[in-house]
């Protein structure tokens, strides 16, 4: 399975100072790319756990934007094709680096 995901997200604004906003976020999906055919193992987003975080957009005085963004993902694993997800017990954290 890859490390690489899909993700779908919403935002609402939450906060504005002169040269930065910031939103709050929720991590709605998450899909692993290039599955096997046939693989019993699967990574998800939590169904039932939201996984929030926050996004910063920056306007920066020389122009252009700095935009930093961090999720607490709630993830489950199965190991026998999605009969049973097993949840972990504490959200992974995930952070956008420049």
């Known amino acids: 399975m890859s490390v690489g995901v ?11 100072t002169s040269d930065t906003r910031f939103f709050d976020v929720e991590l709605l999906s998450l899909t692993p790319l290039n ?12 169904p039932t756990l939201p996984s929030r975080g926050k996004t910063s ?3 920066l005085a020389a122009g252009g934007f700095r935009i930093g963004s961090f999720f607490d993902v709630f993830t489950e694993l199965t ?20």
Not at 7 to 12: D, F, I, Q, V, Y
Not at 39 to 45: F, Q
């Open 6 to 16: 899909q993700s779908r997200l919403t935002a609402m604004e939450s906060e504005e």
């Open 35 to 46: 599955v096997p055919p046939g693989s019993t193992i699967g990574l998800r987003e939590s």
């Open 57 to 59: 957009v920056q306007r």
């Open 79 to 98: 190991v026998d094709g999605g009969q049973t997800w097993s949840p972990v017990v504490e959200p992974t954290h995930l952070e956008l680096q420049p």
